[in-house]
């Protein structure tokens, strides 16, 4: 049970139970299937649903469960047991990292539009911030909303948008005051719309069964009623989130890393070297001990920034550092647990070369490691 910490309480142990077992159960036996589809079929999205698993964060006066940062952690943790980062990314960007725009932003009226889907697994959100010209800076963003009549005309393209093929609405962000370089404002974009369509369905390095696009609005028109939050107000209003969606991808990392410690253990006391077994040579155990106990110090960084989170304080500092630190070292580890595979590590046959590929987007996606530092940098200064 190595995912016990002082943070843990009987419901939050539930929750990384549930989680657990199910993706163990649901996940791992189908995962490869649906990497070769690029695609996570919506019934398993739905069952996950009608479990409760996508109301963790929702409030309890819409039917959810109204949890904090610390059922995230324990959440993504236990998805990262799926052996599918793919897999991870997809129900993340869903629960974690767009839903809770709407959450933080959204009227009741489009609170009471989109939840009941989101809950039950039936309507798969996706945030479309990233465009080709603005990645890390997020305020370069060049789609554009004009207003027009009684709603706005949008215009512009959103690149590598995950859940951006096969979910249903996406949450874009678009410059409303040319003027001001954070006059953005965010917008509740549905597929079917008029003018929005997927440019491209992009083919990646890792994570593969998650479905991530390149997205056209060519004089898309929406109501006012799609405009989520105060007008201009949408860069500070993403913002909100954005400690949250740094620590899914490390609680995804932390799962799917302990997977992969576990499976190296297995391997290398199975096979035979040297007259013994590989695990017996000092270097190997070593390094291993290490490993472990990175990421258990990585794991434990994270539910603290979690817990601070919850008691209303601001972890942007430890949130960002753990983020930047933690998914390096997740990487590391994965390497040493790939090379202990030797030529079985690489080959597509085994899980720790998926584990050690898909581990390479941590580093880069909701927030680059370099980003992170300066977050950590511009808050050390006495
Ligand atoms: C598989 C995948 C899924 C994604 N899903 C989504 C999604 O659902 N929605 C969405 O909006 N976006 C998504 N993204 C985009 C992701 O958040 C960006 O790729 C990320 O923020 C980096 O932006 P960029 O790719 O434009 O890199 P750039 O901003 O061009 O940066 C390139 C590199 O430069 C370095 N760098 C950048 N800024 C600094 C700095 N200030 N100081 C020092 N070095 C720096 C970093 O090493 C960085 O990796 C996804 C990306 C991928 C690959």
Redesign the pocket.
Known sequence: MTHRNAYMTDELEAIYEQTHTFVVNEVRPHGEAWEEEGKVPRDILQKMGALGMFSLRVPEEHGGLGMGYLASAAFSEALGASLFGGFD?TVL?HTD??TPHLLNSGNEEQLGRYLPGIMDGTHIM??????P??????AGMRSSAVKDGDGWRLNGR???????VYGDTVIV?ARTDKENKYGISMFLLDHGTEGFSVGRK?D????LC?D?AELVMEDVWVADENLLGEQHRGFYETMKNFQNERMVLVGMGVGATQAAIDLTNEYTQERPAFGGKLFDLGAIRQRMGMNQAKLDAIRASMYHAAWVGDQGEDNVKLMSGVKAWGCEAINDIMYDCLQFHGGMGYMRESAIERLARDAR?L?????????M??EVAKRSYV
Do not use: C, Q, R
């Open positions: 990314a960007v990292m767009s996706a945030i479309g911030v990233t465009e010209d603005a990645g890390s800076d997020v959103k690149t590598f948008i995950t859940n951006g962000g992009l990646k390095h890792g994570w998650s991530t987007l580093p880069i996606g909701g927030g680059a490691t370099e980003v530092l300066e």
